[in-house]
């Protein structure tokens, strides 16, 4: 794990301690989530194994695959 310094107003430092404090959590642990959900999950693509898939008409709808793979899932 990496060590990462960065610098808060005294505003946004009172809200993380408290928060994390409420929570029963270190700072540490609310900050990696909280970076964590702005940059969101990691995910790969699965259209990217699309050539081992056997089909033969892949390049003809990869735009219609990576449309599937990269929408919003509600």
Do not use: F, Y
């Not at 029963?24 to 995910?43: D, F, K, M, P, V």
């Not at 033969?56 to 919003?72: F, M, T, W």
């Amino acid at each position: 794990m990496k060590r990462t310094t960065v610098k808060l107003s005294d505003e946004i430092d009172a809200r993380l301690r408290h928060e994390a404090e409420r929570r029963g959590i270190t700072i540490s642990e609310l900050t990696r989530e909280a970076i964590q959900n702005h940059l969101g999950a990691q995910r790969t693509l699965g259209a990217a194994a699309a050539g081992h898939s056997g089909r033969c008409d892949i390049s003809e709808r990869i735009e219609e695959i990576l449309a599937n793979e990269v929408a919003p899932s509600h």
